[in-house]
């Protein structure tokens, strides 16, 4: 029994071995033996390496002026002519006169809105103290009103006695 489980246990390690050889053994003749046999065109892999470096070149070409192009841009760009910063210049002083005049103006109107909330104060202090007088006055209108009743009265009680 026991020599019949030792045959068991060794005979698929020997399987398993013998495969990973053949399997090892088919892609190394795969990946390195099989291309031999055919004969390289030198030729023709010459002639696709030459034009690819052609290309290459006149892309280099073509590259090399765009970037003296956009050296000459960025230059330009860099050092402003002198009418460029005389115009800019300008420009800043107008700025710098409109932003006075517009502050000047603001501030006015900021002590026109004080001036008129003050004056819309007084104005309704005033008319308070006019209606305050409209009614003493309506008041002593109609006591002189009485007076003269009473006066007109005492003369006609006079007059008739």
Do not use: C
Request: proline fraction near 1%; charge should be positive.
């Amino acid at each position: 029994m026991e020599n019949g489980n030792k045959k068991f246990i060794y005979n698929p390690l020997v399987i398993l071995s013998v495969v990973v050889f053949i399997v090892g053994f088919a892609l190394g003749f795969y990946i390195w033996g099989y291309h031999k046999n055919e004969k390289k065109d030198y030729t023709a892999i010459l002639k696709d390496a030459a034009s690819y470096v052609e290309g290459m070149e006149r892309l280099n070409g073509s590259l090399s002026k765009e970037v003296e192009g956009l050296k000459k841009d960025n230059a330009m760009l860099k050092s402003p002519s002198n009418a460029q910063v005389a115009e800019l210049q300008t420009r800043v002083q107008e700025l710098s006169r409109e932003n006075a005049s517009l502050k000047t103006a603001s501030d006015q109107a900021q002590y026109l809105m004080q001036e008129n909330a003050r004056l819309n104060s007084e104005l309704q202090l005033l008319s308070q103290r006019l209606s305050a007088q409209e009614q003493y006055r309506r008041q002593h209108l109609e006591v002189l009103r009485q007076l003269h009743r009473v006066n007109q009265q005492d003369s006609n009680r006079l007059s008739n006695q």
